[in-house]
């Protein structure tokens, strides 16, 4: 089966986009283990972590906001489903409080299975940004590769994303993808240092790095790796792990939200937290892409 992948349509399971992410399940009752595992693979993907009972109802709470907002839901079809009602656009709800805080949505993205699990995988109590990166994703649309330091990398070092999907998501209506072996091979080290190191607000960029995320496995080595999320299922990851997002070629809202989690005795960076955090800077300037090209192999 093929599946829209950056600016190219790829064979799902193929060397240029495996279906091969392994869970950790095993590992979950040790901190350690778990630590180490995430220093080989980059991620740590976990089935169930959640009641699918308690995401499902969050879904469905979502689904709701999202059609009172914007009537983007088709009605004549079950709710549920989260058909695109023709050609409207979802309502903004990244770092909206009515929803990302809402009871029903908060149970998964700040319940008790993920504090309890990052307490565990930090050995220590962890802390969650106030900012929570909710997400309706329409047709045709999916998430350039990036590093996250560039969007949040002020404060602790121990910074991870946890990325959950709300509902069934298949790699056609828009998974997360992880380029396994960019957070460690010698080949993406420069990378590492150079956009790795950027700021959007200091350096005024556009943040991903490029949407043409082949480019990036063909140039540097890695391995696209992707799966299809039950509901429960989440995949956490650092800073310097890249990854992109397939995109939604389906007819239905993909509905995920990426949380950050990090030990509480870390500084934190200030833009992610408190009663009305003040996120990014509204860019002045054109903001400057990053170029797969700007930077040379380092070695292949
Ligand atoms: O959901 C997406 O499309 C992208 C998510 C992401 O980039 C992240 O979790 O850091």
């Known amino acids: 089966m093929k599946v829209t992948f950056g600016q190219t349509q790829v064979e799902l399971g193929s060397p240029q986009l495996g279906t091969n992410l392994r869970d950790c399940n095993a590992l979950l009752r040790d901190g350690q ?3 180490d595992r995430m220093a080989e693979d980059g991620y740590l993907l976990i089935r169930q972590l959640h009641d699918p009972k308690v995401v499902l109802k969050a879904r469905q709470t979502i689904i709701q906001h999202m059609h009172e907002q914007t009537q983007c839901v088709d009605t004549t079809q079950p709710m549920t489903d989260a058909i695109i009602n023709g050609d409207t656009k979802p309502p903004q709800m990244m770092g909206l409080k009515d929803i990302t ?5 908060r149970a998964v993205l700040d319940g008790k299975c993920v504090h309890d699990f990052f307490d565990r995988y930090f050995d220590e109590p962890s802390l969650t940004f106030d900012y929570k990166w909710l997400r309706a994703v329409g047709h045709n649309a999916g998430t350039a590769a ?3 330091f ?6 602790s070092e121990r910074l ?10 298949t790699p ?6 992880m380029l396994v072996g960019s957070h460690n091979l010698p080949a993406f080290e420069k990378l590492r240092q150079t956009y790795g190191k950027s700021d959007v607000d200091r350096d005024k960029t556009a943040g991903h790095f490029t949407t043409d ?4 496995s063909e140039t540097y080595g890695g391995q696209w790796q992707t799966t299809t999320f039950e509901p429960g299922d989440v995949i956490l990851f650092g800073m310097h792990a890249m990854h992109a997002s397939t995109t939604n070629t389906t007819n239905r809202w993909r509905i995920s939200c990426d949380t950050r989690f990090q030990p509480a005795a870390d500084p934190v960076d200030e833009r992610w937290i408190g009663d009305k955090p003040i996120g990014h800077s509204p860019m002045s300037d054109t903001p400057k892409p990053w170029q797969v090209e700007k930077l040379a192999p380092t070695q292949r």
Not at 150 to 155: D, I, L, S
Not at 172 to 177: F, N
Not at 213 to 216: E, S
């Open 33 to 35: 283990a778990m630590r």
């Open 101 to 105: 805080h809402h009871p029903d949505v």
């Open 146 to 148: 990036h590093y996250d």
């Open 150 to 155: 560039v969007y949040m990398g002020r404060g």
């Open 160 to 169: 991870h994303t946890i990325w959950t999907p709300f509902g069934k998501l």
């Open 172 to 177: 056609e209506q828009g998974t997360l993808a």
């Open 213 to 216: 995320l082949l480019k990036i």
